[in-house]
């Protein structure tokens, strides 16, 4: 029996902007660790952006055909700046299935503008492509019902749809070695390797109840789900069996695990929402005397990650040859960045004249991790 769906989502994100100083002086911002002395002072100015969501979702139409080729299913044509995708795979219970996705061009490059990170679980649970998901897990689960499916059969059909998306590498397809994709993503390029499939398939099942994490082997990416009765390859995590899931390749069920991964060590990532944040700087001198130099510190952060970075403050110091003492530190005032949002950051911080010295710039917030960049030395 052949199942056609056609499905019309329409999601248009506009992200914030930020309003940046002239950039005419220092930004060599080479990786380093630097300490955190605590002395605070006053802060120029501070200031978030926060990304602004608008959208818009049409009624979703389910038709069920008996015996009617894919070629005479009629399409209404895509709005200006949408794509249809289409999907056609077969089940585990060797039902054929045909779903078209109506998918915004707007919302595909606000997530390719997107910085990437190498949090995998940033992907899975990045909250801007939620009613998507939520259309086609609604999708998941009444296809699944007239089916008659139950948790195990229904884990395995979407599992057989996403495995039959077209395998493709990053350096190919996006003239990357690494790209994660955003399931938005996925969608659209209609396909994606091991990553960008696990990805797809853990939003999926989160979103439609099941307890998942991502499981990795090496050089590989893979699901796990907690399900009860279950035979086959799983892995314990606080207590509990995830059993493996392949999102890669055709037929594989739940507890199937290629034979290449099997007694491999795995790490397992837990579907948390985390902020991850990136910044930028630069540091011009605007005024010295006979015995200091007065430099304006301009800092701008964006928090690519899918949670809130809470109490989110610049820590900057002019540092010594002795790694326990600077000339002078400053912590900037707190602010809270939402995920996809900025914030800048002014700070005013003098240093010794005729002394050699190194700027650190440090992003400290209560549950992200505090990166931290480095000028090179010179003498003021």
């Known amino acids: 029996m052949k199942k056609i769906i056609a499905i019309l989502i329409l999601a248009v994100f506009v992200a914030g902007c930020v309003d940046q100083s002239s950039n005419d002086y220092d930004n060599t911002n080479s990786g380093g660790d630097g300490g955190t002395t605590t002395t605070t002072e006053e802060v120029v100015e501070t200031s978030t952006t926060s990304t602004t969501t608008s959208t818009t979702t049409t009624s979703t139409t389910t038709t069920?055909?008996?015996?009617?080729?894919?070629?005479?299913t009629t399409q209404p044509a895509p709005a200006n700046g949408t794509v249809v995708r289409h999907f056609n795979w077969t089940d585990f219970n060797g039902n054929d299935w045909t779903w078209d996705l109506t998918l915004s061009e707007d919302t595909y490059n606000f997530y390719k503008s997107k910085k990437r990170t190498d949090e995998y679980t940033t992907y899975a649970t990045d909250p801007y492509?939620?009613?998507?998901?939520?259309?086609?897990?609604?999708?998941?689960?009444?296809?699944?019902?007239g089916e008659g499916y139950n948790d195990r059969d229904t884990i395995n059909f979407v599992i057989s749809f996403v495995q039959s998306l077209p395998?493709?590498?990053?350096?190919?397809?996006?003239?990357?070695d690494e790209y994660q994709r955003y399931p938005y993503e996925t969608l659209w390029d209609n396909g994606g390797d091991c990553e960008d499939t696990a990805i797809l398939t853990s939003v999926l099942l989160k979103e439609m109840g099941y307890d998942v994490v991502m499981i990795s082997p090496p050089r590989h990416m893979?699901?796990?789900v907690n399900l009860e009765s279950q035979s086959g390859t799983y892995y314990e995590f606080k207590g509990k069996k995830y059993y493996y899931l392949e999102t890669t390749?055709?037929?594989?069920k739940i507890g199937e695990i290629p034979k290449e991964y099997k007694d491999q060590k795995v790490e397992v990532l837990p579907l948390i929402a985390k902020p991850y944040l990136t910044f930028e700087w630069t540091a011009k001198s605007v005024s010295y005397d006979s015995k200091k130099v007065n430099y304006l510190i301009t800092v701008n952060v964006s928090n690519e990650g899918s949670e809130t970075a809470l109490n989110t403050k610049v820590y900057v110091a002019f540092e010594t040859s002795d790694p326990n003492k600077v000339y002078s530190q400053k912590y900037s005032a707190p602010l809270d960045i939402e995920s996809a949002g900025s914030g800048w950051y002014k700070i005013s911080l003098d240093v010794p004249r005729k002394v050699d010295t190194r700027l650190v710039v440090t992003m400290v917030s209560d549950n992200a991790a505090p990166p931290t960049q480095h000028s090179t030395w010179f003498k003021t």
Do not use: H
Not at 129 to 145: C, G, N, P, Y
Not at 167 to 176: E, H, I, L, P, R
């Open 167 to 176: 395998y493709t590498s990053d350096n190919v397809t996006t003239g990357f």
């Open 64 to 72: 069920t055909m008996v015996n009617i080729p894919v070629t005479t």
């Open 249 to 252: 390749g055709d037929n594989w």
């Open 222 to 224: 893979a699901v796990g």
């Open 129 to 145: 492509d939620d009613e998507l998901i939520r259309t086609i897990v609604e999708l998941f689960k009444q296809s699944a019902s």
